[in-house]
């Protein structure tokens, strides 16, 4: 499969890694819109958005949550981030890996 985010997961394009452990890679978004602009995938092709989060592939997005509060918390930023994730071409998706973008370091409207 041709999926952007599964070479940089595999490390066959270079990323800017924030986290990674056996399931789960953070980098730095390479157009951040926010002081800090992490994006968190799965490392495993699971999904290729959200609409496809089901009951089997549900315990990475739990564990994905859960990286995500720690980052925050360790990196300072518990008390102001937003998460979001685009889903489908007409909502602004590009990438069709499931991931979560994390943004934080400004006031949001
Ligand atoms: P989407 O538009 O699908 O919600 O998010 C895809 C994100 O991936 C965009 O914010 C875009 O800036 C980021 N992106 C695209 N190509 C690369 C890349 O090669 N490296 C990194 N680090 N981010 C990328
Ligand atoms: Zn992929």
């Not at 799965?42 to 089997?56: G, L, R, Y």
């Not at 981030?81 to 400004?106: I, P, Y």
Request: glycine share 6%.
């Amino acid at each position: 499969m041709d999926c952007l985010f599964c070479a940089i997961a595999a490390g066959e394009i270079p990323s800017s890694k924030v986290y990674e452990d056996e399931t789960v890679l953070v980098f730095k978004d390479i157009a951040p819109v926010a002081p800090i602009h992490y994006l968190v995938i799965p490392k495993e092709h699971v999904a290729s958005s959200a609409a496809e989060i089901s009951e089997t592939n549900a315990p990475i997005v739990a564990h994905i949550f859960t990286v995500i509060a720690q980052i925050a918390a360790k990196e300072g930023f518990a008390d102001g981030f937003r998460v979001l994730t685009n889903c489908g071409a007409s909502a602004g998706q590009t990438v069709n890996h499931l991931h979560f973008h994390v943004l934080a370091g400004k006031e949001f409207e």
